[in-house]
């Protein structure tokens, strides 16, 4: 079903809020740049509030490559409103479009999980002597319901979500413990799974961000269906997403922690 909105929606520790709203394609429109223009939903009063004050939000248009411009909504830095996210925090979205309102709530958790080293190796099985595999190692504290999403950075490419970005800590409860990092995949670029790797001479970041339950969720059973496109074994699959009024999307709470690794050449 087409024309229904969807809200990706996002606040982290220290950084501005950043809405997006669009509205959904038909199942069979054919899509092109001029029609994805056509999507972002302009002129809607979008507030956040973190129950002391409410900050409206400003519209704000952006091109990016192909020529496409992107309509998003965050803090008015011009009229003074530096309001940024700050941990331990929730805080509550509004959306009014059209007449309809949208909420949505999230919660900065505290850095719980956090990134304790970084290191790299050669690539295993690989005939490429530069590419190399990234691992990190990662503290839980006690008690389970801690959940995590990572972001990677390669150069001074954009930070990219992994192919599978979510973790909960069901099996690492606390412990310290080891784990491979895959590159963060541009799911509008994607790389097949057997040429994703780092390589010498390249300087990567680790975007460790600790997240709610709900956000937890939300990306879980959104990367699932992701995967599972084209599939026809797939198991069905609901994207459980946090929007009222039935829309799509989410609001996303990060607490965020970074770690840089430089790869020789």
């Known amino acids: 079903v087409g024309d229904v909105v969807v809200v990706d929606a996002s606040i982290e520790n220290d950084q501005y809020p950043t809405v997006v709203l669009s509205r959904s394609f038909n199942y069979y429109s054919n899509i092109n740049l001029?029609?994805?223009?056509?999507?972002?939903?302009?002129?809607?009063?979008?507030?956040?509030?973190?129950?002391?004050?409410?900050?409206?939000?400003?519209?704000?248009?952006?091109?990016?490559?192909?020529?496409?411009?992107?309509?998003?909504?965050?803090?008015?830095?011009?009229?003074?409103?530096?309001?940024?996210?700050?941990?331990?925090?929730?805080?509550?979205?509004?959306?009014?479009?059209?007449?309809?309102?949208?909420?949505?709530?999230?919660?900065?958790?505290?850095?719980?999980?956090?990134?304790?080293?970084?290191?790299?190796?050669?690539?295993?099985?690989?005939?490429?002597?530069?590419?190399?595999?990234?691992?990190?190692?990662?503290?839980?504290?006690?008690?389970?319901?801690?959940?995590?999403?990572?972001?990677?950075?390669?150069?001074?490419?954009?930070?990219?979500?992994?192919?599978?970005?979510?973790?909960?800590?069901?099996?690492?409860?606390?412990?310290?413990?080891?784990?491979?990092?895959?590159?963060?995949?541009?799911?509008?670029?994607?790389?097949p799974f057997d040429e994703n790797f780092f390589h010498r001479g390249d300087t990567v970041t680790l975007k460790l961000s600790n997240i709610d339950r709900a956000s937890y969720n939300f990306w879980l059973t959104m990367e699932f269906a992701y995967q599972s496109i084209g599939n026809p074994f797939a198991s069905p699959n609901t994207v459980l997403g946090n929007i009222s009024n039935d829309a799509l999307g989410a609001f996303t709470g990060y607490g965020s922690s970074y770690r840089t690794l430089i790869i020789p050449q």
């Open 34 to 191: 001029a029609e994805l223009a056509k999507t972002f939903i302009r002129d809607a009063r979008v507030t956040v509030q973190d129950g002391t004050t409410t900050h409206l939000l400003k519209e704000y248009s952006v091109g990016v490559p192909g020529g496409l411009m992107v309509n998003y909504y965050s803090s008015d830095t011009a009229a003074g409103d530096f309001f940024k996210g700050k941990l331990n925090t929730t805080y509550w979205l509004s959306v009014e479009t059209n007449g309809d309102m949208y909420t949505a709530n999230t919660t900065i958790p505290d850095l719980a999980k956090t990134i304790d080293s970084l290191w790299w190796k050669p690539a295993p099985f690989s005939d490429d002597t530069t590419q190399v595999t990234v691992f990190v190692r990662a503290s839980d504290p006690p008690g389970l319901g801690n959940y995590i999403r990572y972001f990677t950075q390669t150069n001074t490419d954009p930070f990219f979500p992994g192919g599978q970005s979510v973790f909960d800590d069901q099996l690492v409860d606390g412990t310290t413990y080891d784990l491979r990092v895959d590159p963060g995949v541009n799911r509008n670029d994607p790389v």
